[in-house]
């Protein structure tokens, strides 16, 4: 089956720029959560949804960063006016479970995001 | 304040050979470990994980051991294959609240043929 898919793959924005990023997940998956990727560090938690409400937020940097998944499925990450330290990779990841944990985490393969 | 340590960047074996990476964390509440290994331009990719109720658990080449009182698991690969040149992450999370997976900076493990 499909695994998880991220749209656009690189993006290119000027400072100053607002951005969305698109993650689809696993068909059916409950769990969603966004990592921030710097070069050459681990990802870094960002937020997490359980179908469409937002139950963890507090990995998101500052107010210019926002995301939404309106019907429990597709999730955008938008960041408003971009500054140069937002470039990294941007991962989606999507699991199964509806509550509890232990439960793998299946990544898509990220947005690259420069901000020049 | 990193949680999640792996404090060798990179590591060097011969095709055949074990591979061992190793991780360290300090956050006694976390309870469950997973690897992920991530190609070049890839997302990261599951490899294995393990509960805090265990100290080993096996998949095919790839064991995992977890050392609660030591705060440490380690990866083992055997026998190593150039395929799995890639860069591997050490991951945590615990109980309660959200979900979220804590890495570590990652090993960039490179099979020689």
């Known amino acids: 089956g499909a695994g998880v898919s991220q749209s656009p793959r690189y993006k290119v924005a000027k400072r100053g720029q607002d951005v969305a990023l698109r993650c689809d997940p696993i068909?059916?998956?409950?769990?969603l959560f966004w990592y921030q990727q710097a070069l050459g560090q681990g990802p870094e938690f960002l937020t997490y949804f359980q179908n469409e409400a937002q139950l963890d937020k507090s990995g998101l940097p500052s107010d210019r960063f926002f995301a939404e998944r309106p019907e429990g499925s597709v999730s955008t990450l938008k960041i408003q006016r971009t500054q140069q330290e937002d470039s990294a990779v941007y991962l989606c990841?999507?699991?199964?479970?509806?509550?509890?944990?232990?439960?793998?985490?299946?990544f898509g393969p990220g947005t690259r995001l420069l901000v020049l | 304040d990193q949680q999640v340590k792996q404090n060798s960047p990179s590591l060097s074996v011969q095709e055949g050979r074990i591979s061992i990476l190793n991780c360290d964390y300090t956050n006694s509440m976390f309870d469950y470990f997973l690897w992920y290994k991530k190609y070049p331009a890839e997302g990261p990719t599951f490899l294995i994980s393990?509960?805090?109720?265990?100290d080993k658990n096996e998949d095919g080449r790839f064991t995992v051991f977890l050392n609660k009182s030591a705060k440490h698991l380690s990866l083992h690969i055997v026998p190593s294959q150039p395929g799995d040149s890639a860069v591997y992450f050490c991951a945590a999370s615990s109980q309660g609240g959200s979900e979220k997976l804590v890495f570590g900076k990652g090993t960039k493990l490179t099979v020689n043929p």
């Open positions: 990841a999507s699991s199964s479970r509806l509550a509890g944990y232990q439960e793998t985490q299946y």
């Open positions: 393990i509960s805090s109720i265990k």
């Open positions: 068909s059916g998956h409950v769990s």
